[in-house]
């Protein structure tokens, strides 16, 4: 009768003691098995062929980064795209809070009476007052009403009727130029109509509705800033009192 040689298997006849292949004892005990040890990185589920794994592993972990990638350069474009438009909105804001402060500071700053001068066409001027420049009765006309007139120092003057309207007169006596391009792109900020003006002055620009309108204009160095509030002519008032006083300047 033949036995199996307990750690390598082979069988051979009852009378030998030992193993002819191994040379173990015929009574030596059977060897532990012995499994390979699993490597972590290729850790698949138990219920994944390992044919499966091995072929589907590269193929899916190269779209991975792929997209992980792609994620992150959309997430930063996003990002750059709202500080460039939050730069963006906060300069136009501050454009416009800082023109027309610039204009007022501006026109503040050469408000200065002047007692005597020569104007472009030659007339001497005693005394530079805004009141001075037209009268009650030429604002009355081109409002089609009476009004009266208040001066406030030699820069301003208001005229007023019983019925609400009025007309604001504004000089500024020197720095004329400078101070009618900011109030300029003032009212083209705030304004639905405007546009430039011939025949008024050296350079004249209007802008306002239906019955209030601004108009701004320069006669050699002194600028002039007409606001007409509440009529139904506001426009035409405006141009033909601004035409009487660009002829006195």
């Known amino acids: ?51 499966v794994r091995a072929a589907g592993t590269a193929p899916i972990s190269t779209p991975l980064k792929w997209a992980m990638t792609s994620l992150k350069l959309i997430v930063a474009l996003l990002g750059l795209s709202a500080i460039v438009a939050i ?25 200065q009476p002047v007692t005597q ?14 009141c001075s420049l037209v009268s ?3 604002v009355g006309g081109a409002l089609a009403t009476v009004v009266s007139s208040a001066g406030n120092g030699s820069s301003t003057c208001q005229y007023t009727s019983y019925e609400g309207k009025s007309i604001a007169l504004e000089v500024t006596w020197r720095g004329g130029e400078m ?43 002194v600028m002039v800033s007409l606001e007409v509030r509440n009529a139904a002519n506001a426009a035409a008032a405006a141009k033909l009192v601004g035409q009487k006083i660009a002829g006195r300047l």
């Open 1 to 51: 009768m033949n036995r199996v040689c307990n750690r390598c298997g082979l069988a051979f006849a009852d009378d030998q003691p030992i193993c002819p292949r191994c040379r173990a004892p015929a009574d030596s005990p059977a060897a532990p098995m012995k499994f390979p040890r699993p490597d972590p990185r290729q850790a698949i589920s138990p219920l994944t062929p390992a044919g």
């Open 179 to 221: 101070a009618l391009k900011f109030a300029a792109m003032a009212l083209q900020g705030r304004s639905r109509l405007f546009g430039r003006v011939a025949g008024i002055g050296d350079e004249a620009y209007f802008g306002g509705a239906k019955v209030s309108a601004t108009l701004l204009f320069r006669k050699a160095d």
């Open 136 to 138: 009650n009765l030429e």
């Open 117 to 130: 001068g020569i104007t472009s066409s030659g007339q001497v001027v005693r005394s530079r007052d805004a």
């Open 87 to 111: 730069m963006a909105i906060g300069s136009c804001a501050y454009f416009d809070y800082r023109t027309p402060k610039r204009a007022s500071d501006l026109l503040q700053r050469n408000k």
